[in-house]
């Protein structure tokens, strides 16, 4: 009995204490959670700063967030492609590979993946079984294979080579699977009643309803492309198709002059990076959901 | 309004021309049998011929004694059964030694990466999920963004951040720690941390150590702990992959039904409390489907050594993965290339077979939803 009057003339002063204790507590979880995403952040911060440092500013002030003087020479000795860095020619094949990578991946992947989905087909389940274990094949395992395969084809160090083995993901190809699994048949039923058939209902009414698979599809094939490395490693040496990464990988990794030109390899590296960047602050949702939603498997 | 009713006219069909409705569902089915497969041939040729065939001349191969000259396949190969895979295990000499050194690291490396990113990832995602925090959104994309960046640009701007005179070490010599030159120091973590404490002289091992050893490798080797050098590697992983299991834990943080967390704090339960048995049971399935991805991942990590180490110092960042690509394309040792591929298989799918073993154990419900990082 006592206690209940004890504790009620309390309340007033009590909430106000633990209100101002909350907006202290969420002050300081905000600051520390923002020096966490500044430690996150910085090493694309100092790697733009240093894209427009000189060398021995680079050197001498590895963490001056402040150019000075301010020098744009790491870029336009980038883009005049000298000094055995073809970086114009790196940008080129990228641009190049990934965009055709992209577009087939999109459209290959979303074709089987209906059929895998929609269509009745004899060895549609066994197809299915199949996918599912080579996406379970890791691909570092496969560097070696794919080099036989490319050499013993005769097509080692070619665009070919690059791209058509790219022109088709497994893990797109169950994405659409699973999305048109998601996605009521009674539309697409009606259509084909209607006398459309079976191409034509998929070009006309079974894509337009997967837009937004398709979107994320787009998105999740370029970043792939474009970030890709060791299936050109294994697949091109010469320096007519070096990509953005492995042209960047063989001119850092290569002896030329350990320690120095760090503001070109940095500017390098950050142009490679800034279109996958702009892609994923434009569609950032579309990331989370492909990052989330990748594959289910069983 | 129209197809609807032409679905239910066709659908109650009461079957009085049973022989044509047949005929012409059959028909209708040949047909879907020809798209059908013109729809995933594309899939079928390029996943056939660059997926499952490679797979199978791999298999051959390593089984060769071949030096990418000849055509492998032409019955001319040498055909050593295999040799290749006692280079590794058994025999003595400087393949296995590498392959032993290789394994060591790489271990190392699973033993460190997997904890600490799967901590940390979901330390960050309790912290975004927090309900009182503002600016969710910024931190999100701020912890995943090194996740969509290219490996080899970010491995090149850790190359700068650890130069001897770089970043890193600029920062802690501020709160005046001395730091390494990382990229050429191959000593070992644990004869750093046992030597600073005066325990051992790294210097000088002791000979009941370096004398004896195991698969080439001597036990002070063996025990080294992974060295300096592949600690920036380590950093640089766990930096990029906490992004990617961040929101893997993030969506199953929200997945949480909201009245569960109500009745636990109307009974009383104080955060710490809901944390333990509320919050982390739910996370179970997700906290295995990323340690399982952890040890998938970890264990081909290849892009990192490639551009920041090549394997060196004293081949102390050297991995499977690396060892299995500089064998083949520098010494043109493909079939001890190719053989290193497929015991860096079995090793994957041992892990990944223990880890759903254990899950299979603790999650018997048959909630197995298994999800994947976007490469």
């Not at chain 1, 937004?212 to 010469?238: D, K, M, R």
Request: hydrophobic share 50%.
């Amino acid at each position: 009995m006592t206690a209940p009057t004890m504790t009620k003339p309390a309340p007033d002063t009590a909430r106000s204490r633990s209100g101002e204790r909350r907006r202290t507590a969420r002050l300081v979880a905000t600051l520390v959670m923002s020096a966490v995403a500044l430690a996150y952040l910085m090493p694309f911060v100092l790697q733009l700063a240093t894209s427009f440092k000189t060398d021995p500013q680079a050197a001498a002030s590895p963490l001056g967030l402040v150019p000075d003087p301010f020098s744009l020479a790491s870029y336009r000795q980038l883009f005049s492609g000298a000094e055995g860095v073809a970086f114009p020619t790196w940008l080129g094949n990228s641009v190049f590979i990934a965009l055709v990578v992209t577009a087939g991946r999109v459209f290959f992947d979303s074709l089987a993946g209906y059929a895998l989905a929609r269509l009745r087909f004899r060895g549609r389940g066994l197809l299915t079984v199949l996918l599912i274990s080579v996406m379970a094949v890791p691909g570092v395992i496969l560097m070696i294979p794919k080099f036989l395969v490319v050499q013993y084809l005769g097509i080692y160090d070619t665009y070919t080579a690059m791209i058509v083995p790219l022109l088709v993901d497994a893990v797109g190809v169950f994405v659409m699977k699973q999305f048109f699994e998601s996605v009521p048949r009674e539309i697409e039923e009606a259509a084909r009643v209607d006398g459309a058939g079976i191409l034509r209902t998929y070009w006309s009414v079974v894509l337009p309803m997967a837009r937004p698979a398709l979107i994320t599809l787009t998105i999740l094939s370029f970043q792939g492309s474009w970030n890709e490395f060791t299936h050109f490693v294994v697949t091109a040496q010469s320096a007519d198709h070096a990509t953005l990464t492995t042209g960047l990988a063989q001119f850092v990794s290569g002896g030329l002059g350990a320690g120095t030109q760090y503001p070109l390899k940095l500017t390098a590296a950050l142009l490679a990076t800034v279109p996958v960047a702009i892609v994923f602050f434009v569609f950032q949702r579309h990331f989370v959901r492909g990052g989330n939603a990748g594959a289910l498997k069983e | 309004m129209t197809t609807v009713t032409a679905t239910s006219t066709s659908g109650t069909d009461p079957g009085r021309h049973v022989p044509s409705a047949v005929r012409r569902r059959s028909r209708r089915e040949g047909r879907q049998g020809l798209w059908g497969w013109a729809f995933v041939s594309p899939m079928v040729v390029v996943l056939g011929l660059f997926l499952a065939l490679p797979v199978v001349m791999a298999l051959w191969v390593s089984l060769l004694n071949w030096d990418g000259q000849s055509n492998p396949f032409s019955g001319a190969a040498d055909f050593v059964g295999l040799d290749n895979y006692k280079g590794l295990f058994a025999d003595q000499g400087l393949t296995r030694t590498l392959f032993m050194t290789s394994l060591r690291n790489n271990l190392y490396y699973v033993l460190l990466v997997v904890p600490l990113q799967t901590a940390l990832a979901l330390g960050l995602a309790l912290a975004v999920n927090q309900r009182r925090l503002k600016g969710k959104g910024v931190f999100r994309t701020a912890f995943y963004f090194p996740s969509v960046t290219s490996s080899i640009a970010v491995s090149t701007v850790f190359l700068f951040l650890f130069q001897s005179s770089g970043a890193v070490n600029s920062l802690l010599k501020w709160v005046g720690i001395q730091g390494p030159n990382w990229f050429t120091d191959a000593r070992g973590l644990v004869w750093v941390a046992l030597g600073s404490i005066g325990l051992v002289d790294p210097d000088s091992p002791p000979a009941a150590l370096a004398d004896h050893g195991a698969l080439g490798l001597s036990w002070w080797d063996w025990l080294s702990g992974p060295s300096v050098a592949m600690c920036t590697i380590i950093l640089l992983v766990i930096w990029t992959t906490s992004g990617t299991f961040m929101l893997m834990f993030l969506a199953a943080l929200q997945d949480i039904p909201e009245a569960q967390l109500e009745s636990a704090r109307l009974d009383g339960a104080n955060r710490r409390q809901t944390l333990r048995h509320v919050i982390l049971p739910a996370l179970r399935p997700v906290l295995f489907l990323v340690i399982t991805l952890g040890l998938i991942g970890t264990w081909q990590v290849f892009d990192q050594v490639y551009v920041m180490s090549q394997g060196q110092p004293a081949n102390t960042t050297l991995t499977p993965a690396f060892l299995s690509y500089s064998l083949s394309f520098k010494d043109a040792q493909y079939g001890t290339g190719a053989a290193i591929s497929f015991v860096l298989l079995a090793i994957i799918l041992v892990m990944t077979g223990i880890q759903r073993f254990v899950l299979r154990e603790r999650d018997g419900r048959g909630r197995r939803r298994t999800r994947r990082t976007a490469r």
